[in-house]
C-alpha cells in the first residue's frame, strides 16, 4: 500500500475519524476484557499493595534518603570536575606539544645563540669591568645597526613592490 504524501492526508476530517475509531476500538477492547470471568476472578484474587504512608517513615529512612541524594549530588559534582580537568589537562597538553614542535623548528639557531650568549657571559666575568662596558658598547651598536638595515631594507622592498606582505 503506497503511502498518501498529498495535504489531504491529513485532513482535519479524516483525523476526527481516524479518532473515533481508535476511541471505539479501545473502548470494545476495555468492555471484552473486564466482563471476561477469568480476569475478574484474577483481579480479585490479588492482595493491595501495601503503601507506608509518609508521615510513618522512620527518622534513620528520611537521614538515610537525604544522605543518598546529598551523596549522589555530591559525587555527579566531584565527576563533572575531573571531567572538566582531564579535558583541560588534555587541551594544555596539545598545546605544548605544539609550542614545543615550534620551538624544536627554530633549535639550530637558538643552541647557536645560546652557545654565544654563554661564551660572552664567560668571557665577560673573566675579562673585568672595563673590557666589559666596551664589549657592552660594540654589541649595543651592533645589534642597532642591523635593526636599522632591516627596517631600511623593508622599506626599500615595500617601495619596490616586492614586499613578502604581497599577494
Known sequence: MA?????TARSPKRCARVGQAVKEAVQAVL??????PAV????????APVV?????????????????AWTSAGWARIRAM???????????????????KMVWSF????????????????AAFFAGPWLTAAATAIAGFTA????????ALRQMLAYAGMSENRS
Open 144 to 151: 642597532t645597526a642591523a635593526a636599522q638595515s632591516v627596517l
Open 107 to 122: 633549535r639550530g639557531p637558538l643552541m647557536v645563540a645560546l652557545t654565544v650568549g654563554g661564551v660572552t657571559g664567560v
Open 40 to 47: 475478574l476472578e484474577k483481579l480479585r484474587g490479588a492482595p
Open 3 to 7: 503511502w498518501r504524501t498529498d495535504s
Open 52 to 68: 507506608m504512608p509518609a508521615a510513618e517513615q522512620t527518622i534513620v529512612a528520611r537521614i538515610g534518603g537525604q544522605a543518598k
Open 31 to 36: 468492555i471484552e476484557v473486564l466482563t471476561n
Open 82 to 100: 575531573c571531567g572538566f580537568g582531564v579535558r583541560q589537562a588534555g587541551q594544555a597538553m596539545c598545546a605544548t606539544q605544539q609550542r614545543a
